[in-house]
């Protein structure tokens, strides 16, 4: 930033700060992106009266009136429902929404249906958790979160890992989308789940392409890891930062586990565990409103999650607080292993670098994203090469009448419920929505105040000091689909200092440069 | 050897690409427009209806000479109504706060750096929005009636020459 621009900034920003200080005992700071549509996150940050951050609240806007939409819709339609609502992840809508159907019909799938349903699961996985690692993750730690903020996007993780690394990205990417397509029937919105089964078969000539693309997926997969390890572990800075106190929480954690408490994207048990590490619950999807209730406050439309039978005890972490996280880190930190040998590996070496379980940096999701991208490749191959899955007989008709049922799998990021109660023909009369950014909301919220107390207090406002605090819940990757973009003379960050009332006192904003302009 | 597949390379002349979600109050704008297209452009030109976001629209903006996009914008200095034409290049993308903030321009600019076949020509027809957060929501009155304003406006580029959309960065009117 030019000299004459930091001038600038900060005679606006103190001008701002004196009116405030004169008139109000407390100011409030907005980070609020301007965004193209479906609403976006916003800080805000609340000063004291010696410019000492005293609070900061991360906002995240919610889709409205999903449940009344669902009320009187068959059943069946939900996973094509729900599939739409989300434009980011709509295979995992699809895969709880299944799920939650096979519990309202009280149908079991047949073998090979549950293993094409794991099949496609898998297929998304390794696609989703590589394009983050590379081209969302990226920014922060292949480029840097000191590098201009004009760098920090994906055509800068390009320019360091090269084109060709890129195109091959692209290139598996387009490949597990033709395997989705090929068993899902449509890659963006699948019509493959179908309460009690699946809508097709697997041919053998499927399988053959699955089995392809599955070997080379876990070769990608050992590529990552090996480019993980070469940026970031190699990296004693990054290593710091991952390890720092303004990062870290010590909440309690929740992900499925199979019958061997190993890391299960699609089925098994939800397990919790304590801060330090300990089993403190293990139940079905079914039971889960006796374990997760949702806080409200006053400042925010956000609902925030906890445990239930150890209540809301505010914004806290530690064995006391009901304040948990999912997502990939927490998966790994609620699992005794994994399933597949390399991703074991991996594995073991991400706890023995970082000091044993269970970690609670949350920057370590970034590393614990690659170890997973490695189970679901491998267990990707696992499920194409085994023969059952050819086997025809996909489906179990439903005959019981329908009351109430419960789906859960682990969407990328993380624990995703979905929850039908319905008449005795299957129409829906309420539905519920649990998705991972309302599970991680209070951590979140959490991981915000703190960077923002660590980085921001007392101190000029600087983008790279913005930076840090979005890195705080960059790292959870908060679901809001939607994609950011300034018309001409816009800004794209604002950066607000308020009075109680709403007043706007001081206003900065930051430009696509990184420096700080006076409005 | 990573390259994009050449049984992928088939070109349309045009592609009018028309994104929102149904199910989202003005997000149905996209789709309005798509259903209204057909007959109005000639049958050569593509149109295509999405509802993704992030790197999910990748697929939609290849192999195609020209895209035309159709989407809603919330910049809530206009009136929800309000139309928008403007180029490519006279947009900036602005780094939002999360990863999940990828979109159009994201995967255009990832779409060259790849060397995949990317556009030559992007023009984006928008219409300012009221409310795209409620589910099954009714579009605005205002927003409805700018359906046919951009289907007008879809008929009229693709009328035209390739490169010869009208210079000017931006216009707006009101529907």
Known sequence: ?519 | MFSYPPERLERVATRVLCLGNPLLADDAFGAAVAAALPGCVPPEVEVVRSEVTGFGLLDDLLNTGRLIVVDTVQTETAEPGTVYCVREGDLRTAPGPSPHYVGLFEMLALARTLRLPAPQEVVILAVEAADCITVGGAMHPAVRAAVPLIVGQVASIVGEELGSVPPTPSWRSAA
Request: with cysteine; charged share 25%; net charge neutral.
């Open chain 1, 1 to 519: 930033m030019a000299e004459a621009e930091r001038s600038t900034a900060q005679a606006a920003w103190q001008e701002g700060a004196a009116k405030a200080n004169a008139a109000y005992v407390r100011r409030r700071i907005t980070i609020d992106p301007i965004t193209r549509l479906e609403g976006h996150g916003k800080v805000e940050i609340f000063l004291d009266d010696q410019g000492q951050v005293e609070r900061a609240y991360f906002q995240v806007p919610e889709l409205r009136g999903f449940e009344k939409f669902a009320q009187g819709r068959p059943a069946e339609e939900m996973p094509q429902i729900t599939s739409r609502i989300c434009g980011v992840c709509p295979t995992a809508h699809h895969m709880a929404s299944t799920k939650a159907l096979d519990a309202l019909f009280q149908v079991t799938p047949p073998p090979a249906a549950r293993k094409i349903r794991e099949l496609v699961y898998s297929t998304f996985m390794v696609e989703d958790h590589a394009l983050h690692f590379y081209f969302l993750g990226g920014p922060d730690f292949v480029v840097g979160p000191q590098a201009p903020a004009a760098e920090r996007n994906v055509l800068g993780v390009i320019a360091r890992v090269g084109v060709e690394v890129g195109q091959r990205v692209i290139a598996m990417r387009r490949r597990l989308r033709e395997l989705i397509t090929l068993a899902g029937g449509k890659v963006i919105h699948p019509v493959l789940g179908l309460p009690g089964g699946v809508a097709k078969r697997l041919t053998p000539e499927d399988q053959a392409r699955f089995r392809e693309v599955a070997a080379d997926a876990v070769e990608f997969a050992k590529f990552t890891l090996g480019i993980f390890d070469q940026v970031v572990l190699k990296n004693t800075d990054y290593v710091n930062l991952i390890l720092s106190d303004a990062f870290t929480h010590r909440t309690y954690y929740m992900g499925l586990v199979d019958d061997r408490n190993h890391v299960n994207f699609y089925d098994g048990q939800i397990r919790v565990v304590t801060p330090d590490g300990g089993e403190w619950a293990k139940f079905p999807a079914a039971d889960y409103l006796q374990y997760v209730a949702e806080h409200v406050e006053p400042w925010s439309y956000v609902k925030f999650c906890y445990l239930k039978p150890l209540g809301w005890k505010g914004f806290v972490d530690g064995p006391e607080s009901g304040i948990y996280c999912v997502a990939p880190l927490a998966r790994l930190n609620v699992a005794d292993g994994m399933a597949t040998p390399l991703a074991q590996e991996a594995y073991a070496q991400f706890y023995a670098t970082l000091g044993g379980k269970p970690v609670h940096h949350t920057l370590a999701n970034h590393w614990a994203r690659v170890v997973e991208l490695l189970y679901a490749a491998e267990r990707l191959k696992e499920l194409a090469d085994d023969a059952e899955i050819t086997d025809p007989h996909v489906r179990t008709l439903p005959t019981a009448t329908p009351r109430e049922g419960i789906g859960v799998v682990e969407a990328p990021r993380g624990t995703l419920f979905h929850h039908y109660q319905t008449d005795e023909r299957g129409v829906i009369q309420k539905a519920n929505l649990i998705v991972a950014t309302q599970n991680n909301s209070a951590r979140i919220a959490m991981s915000v105040e703190k960077a923002a107390k660590g980085v921001l207090s007392g101190r000029e406002i600087t983008e790279p000091l913005l930076n840090m605090v979005e890195m705080a819940f960059r790292a959870y990757d908060p679901c809001h689909g939607c994609a950011t973009h300034s018309l001409p003379g816009s800004m794209p960050l604002l950066v607000r200092l308020r009075d109680q009332q709403g007043n706007v006192l001081g206003l900065l904003r930051r430009d696509l440069d990184g420096s700080l302009h006076r409005e």
